[in-house]
């Protein structure tokens, strides 16, 4: 199968290397040049790349320079999605772009190419909605890093066709992930329940019922969860924490989702979360609370 990733960033790296690593050619495209040069070069030696996957012994370096070859450059969406039996895109998580990233895929990839967005928060069928032919319009949402994540959401709006949900399904098994449908609501499924999860756990804070470290405790040792909701905050960024709940808020109306003003603070100071994972990141909710009286 050939695959069209569009925004080479955090995500559709990941997306491309997945695609790639079985065995499918992945064109990938970004508007910006420094984007396709890190993105290419965190496939090969990032955290879940493919180097690391070889030092463990998780794949062959034969296998290893093949998925790197199977990615290739695309200088514009044209020659990215022309003969493309999938695209995915995953360019920032605003409405606008992505609705003109769509409109324009309406003569840039074949006819019979599934169009799939990467949005968390966003409206699926508002992101295709200048699209002509709608029943293959659908959301693909993987999940961070998604070279180690099981779960894909494959999301259908009201004109989703069956046939494009049992496709996407099976795409989704193909690369050793599995596949959960959700009709086209704010936050589906994962998102829903996650970001509800972490806004309790703000407003715990916030009254200063607890302190981050016993929160984050409470869930990893009473639930089980591999991270707490602060750390898996950090883990994600926290610029796309606030840009999501502010997508879900704006989508929604709804004030359950209106950002903590904490986080808000936090990224307007520069505290991004993780470090070794977000350059410039002067931290996140540890570091942040220790220095802020
Ligand atoms: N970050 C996460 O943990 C996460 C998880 C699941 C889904 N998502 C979703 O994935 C999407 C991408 O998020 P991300 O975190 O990878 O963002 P990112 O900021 O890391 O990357 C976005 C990329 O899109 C590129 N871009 C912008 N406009 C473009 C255009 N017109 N054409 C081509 N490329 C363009 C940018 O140059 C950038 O490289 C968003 O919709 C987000 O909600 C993110």
């Known amino acids: 199968m050939r695959v069209a990733v569009i925004g080479f960033g955090l995500m559709g790296r990941q997306i491309a290397q997945v695609f790639a690593q079985h065995g499918h050619e992945v064109k990938v495209t970004d508007e910006s040049p420094v984007a396709v040069k890190s993105g290419l070069e965190e496939v090969a030696h990032g955290p879940y790349g493919i180097e690391s996957a070889i030092a463990k012994a998780k794949m062959s370096r034969e296998e290893g320079t093949m998925t790197l070859q199977r990615i290739l450059p695309s200088s514009d969406l044209k020659d990215a999605c022309g003969d ?3 695209v995915i895109e995953a360019v920032y998580e605003l409405l606008p772009l992505k609705q003109e990233v769509f409109a324009k895929l309406e003569s840039a990839a074949s006819p019979s190419a599934l169009l799939a967005s990467n949005t968390s928060t966003l409206t699926v069928s508002k992101i295709g909605s200048k699209l002509s032919k709608k029943d293959r319009l659908l ?6 890093p998604a070279q180690v994540t099981k779960l894909v959401e494959i999301v259908k709006t009201s004109q989703t066709s069956k046939r494009v949900i049992q496709q996407a399904a099976k795409i989704v098994e193909t690369i050793g992930k599995t596949p959960i449908i959700a009709d086209d609501e704010p936050g589906f499924i994962a998102n829903r329940l996650g ?35 602060f750390e898996l905050a950090d883990f994600v960024g926290l610029d796309t924490r606030l840009r999501n709940l502010e997508a879900l808020f704006q989508t929604t109306g709804d004030e359950r989702w209106i950002p903590p003003k904490a986080l808000r603070e936090m990224v307007n100071q520069g505290y991004l979360g993780d470090p070794s994972r977000r350059k410039h990141s002067k931290g996140g909710y540890r570091e942040f609370f220790k220095t802020t009286p």
């Open 84 to 86: 493309a039996d999938l």
């Open 139 to 144: 959301g693909m949402h993987f999940f961070n």
């Open 195 to 229: 970001l509800t999860l972490y806004m309790e756990a703000s407003r715990l804070l916030e009254e200063g019922t607890a302190k981050i470290n016993d929160i984050d405790l409470a869930m990893k040792l009473g639930y089980n969860h591999p991270m707490g909701p």
